[in-house]
């Protein structure tokens, strides 16, 4: 049996509890997956939170208003958060795409219209025998000849689209330096939301249908160009962001 300790010795003190900090960290809230964001929230949202074990997490302190990143350690957090700008690059321009992309399907749900507001500056200006030849063309009917406010409205959306298709080339141009092929890309862009471009010739193709809605006359003569423009733009848009997807990483960190 254990011997028994006299009363008069005094008990051992007991030892203070180990606590981690709690240390104080800034993120950003991301929609997407735990652990692998996609994109921040349309309006950006930061929050200062007290985290339990945050290092355990892989989370470092970060100033308010600077980006968290996800991911182990403190290692590579530099390179983390090199690829996550990037992709947030990439992800506002598609989101800037989208919204185009959604104008103009309300767009042409109007071509009628559009085409009715054509006619009418057409012939305010005198001018019904040459073809909708420019964008710069169109700017010139609704300053000088328009009217109505139906027919404002309408080549105003146009004009406006347009305007977010040129603004948008520049993103793309300055996300990265791109290859052959997306440049060639960005620039048939360029050429075509160019002002003083010619569109007279270029007609969009299956599976679009905006030529198909005119007349042979107005197709061949008048309209064939200009209804055809924001689609086949969009296309290539479409075809310059599936290709810069593909492009290694270092594309993007060269660029930036």
């Known amino acids: 049996p254990l011997p028994m300790l006299p009363s008069s010795m005094p008990t051992p003190p007991t ?39 945050a290092r355990s997490w892989g989370w470092r302190p970060l100033g308010c208003g600077e980006q968290a990143v996800s991911g182990a350690g403190g290692a590579g957090h530099a390179g983390v958060g090199q690829e996550t700008q990037e992709g947030g690059k990439m992800n506002e321009v598609k989101e800037c795409l989208r919204n185009i992309e959604q ?20 012939e305010n200006a005198h001018d019904k025998i040459r073809p909708i030849t420019s ?32 603004k948008l080339c520049q993103k793309l141009e300055a ?47 008048h309209y064939g160009g200009v209804v055809s423009l924001i689609p086949i733009v969009l296309d290539w848009m479409k075809a310059w962001v599936a290709h810069s997807e593909k492009l290694p990483r270092n594309y993007m960190q060269n660029a930036s």
């Open 15 to 53: 030892p203070p509890k180990l606590t981690r900090p709690r240390p104080r960290v800034c993120v950003a809230l991301w929609r997407g997956r735990r652990g692998y964001p996609t994109s921040p929230l349309p309006r950006e949202t930061v929050v200062t939170i007290a985290l339990r074990g």
């Open 175 to 221: 996300l990265h330096a791109g290859t052959s092929v997306t440049n060639n890309i960005l620039e048939k862009c360029k050429l075509l939301v160019s002002p003083s471009n010619d569109l007279s010739t270029i007609r969009a193709k299956y599976p679009h249908d905006v030529v198909n809605h005119l007349s042979c006359d107005e197709a061949k003569n």
């Open 135 to 166: 964008i710069g063309q169109v700017q010139a009917y609704l300053d000088h000849h328009c009217n109505n406010s139906t027919d404002r409205r309408i080549l105003l959306i146009f004009l406006n689209i347009c305007s977010d298709l040129n």
């Open 103 to 122: 104008n103009y399907k309300l767009f042409q749900q109007q071509q009628f219209t559009f085409i009715a507001a054509l006619d009418h500056t057409r």
